[in-house]
């Protein structure tokens, strides 16, 4: 119980690697906030959080939206009097080659992947000040880090997140207050699902390790950087990968 007492803030906590998260944090003694854009889900995980005997709270939020994120922060520091703890998760992918790939394509993946990191840190980030404590944990993408064709979009938007990233440590580190970023490399989600086998067996052989991930290594890491053992550690990118970034 590395978390008693601590709030969790998980955007995109419904499921995939949110959900992993959300559920081990909760296991770590912390009460969790989650959001995203499907209700039935936010419910059925939110009810699966406070299975763990710990306090949950879930709204439905677009993470693009300026409005939608001030109003959760706001409902979540009413709910919790605080936030310790803040996992930037919601995601999304629109792959297409550069030559194809439209205006709304770009947008979409810059906003709710980058656009949203922005907001969430902007919003939360003031009650981490009032207290001296924090813990920012993005997560990014080892495509950020090394580029792929056909994800001119999710690259960019994954590489902004680290430079997001190393900034907001920098800006809050006299505050008490860490940032740092996640890069996960193939891991067994909906994200990952459509892959066909083919794909699929040529990532594999990218992959020093030999497996894919599951959702719960990347829920491990961010436990590490949400409890106390973590505390000398801000404005890194580790990735989560298998070996796949060396
Ligand atoms: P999933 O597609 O399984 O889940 C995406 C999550 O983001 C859902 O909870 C979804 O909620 C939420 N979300 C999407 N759009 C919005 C929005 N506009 N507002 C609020 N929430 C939103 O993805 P993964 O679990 O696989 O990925 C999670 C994170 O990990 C992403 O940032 C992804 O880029 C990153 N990642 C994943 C990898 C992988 O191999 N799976 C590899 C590298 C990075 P809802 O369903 O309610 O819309």
């Known amino acids: 119980m590395k978390l008693k007492d601590k709030v969790a803030v998980v955007t995109g906590g419904n499921r995939g690697i949110g959900k992993a998260i959300a559920l081990k944090l909760a296991q770590e003694g912390a009460s969790v906030a989650i959001c995203g854009t499907n209700e039935a889900t936010l419910k059925e ?4 959080i406070e299975k ?17 994120v001030e109003a959760f922060a706001k409902a979540v520091i009413e709910t919790f009097g605080k936030a310790n703890i803040l996992v930037n998760n919601a995601g999304i992918t629109r792959d297409n080659l550069l030559l194809r790939m439209s205006e709304q394509e770009w947008d ?8 949203s990191t922005f907001l969430t840190t902007k919003y939360f980030v003031k ?17 950020g880090v090394r580029g792929n064709a056909g994800q001119a979009n999710y690259a960019a938007s994954k590489a902004g997140i680290i430079g997001l990233t190393k900034t907001t440590a920098r800006e809050f580190a006299s505050r008490n207050i860490t940032c740092n970023a996640i890069a996960p490399g193939f891991i067994q989600t909906d994200m990952t699902h459509a892959l066909g086998d083919q794909a699929k067996e040529a990532l594999l052989k990218e992959i020093p390790l030999g497996f894919l991930g599951e959702t719960s290594d990347i ?8 409890a106390d053992e973590s505390r000398y550690i801000t404005g890194q990118v580790i990735c989560v990968d298998g070996g796949m970034v060396i």
């Not at 763990?52 to 439905?60: H, N, S, Y």
């Not at 009650?127 to 495509?143: D, F, L, P």
């Open 45 to 48: 995980t939110a009810a699966e």
């Open 127 to 143: 009650s981490m000040m009032k207290a001296r404590q924090g813990r920012i944990i993005n997560i990014t993408s080892i495509i």
């Open 108 to 115: 979409d993946v810059l906003n709710i992947n980058l656009k």
């Open 52 to 68: 763990l005997g710990v306090k949950a709270f879930q709204q439905k939020v677009d993470v693009s939206k300026v409005a939608d």
């Open 219 to 226: 829920a491990n890491t961010v436990a590490f950087f949400a």
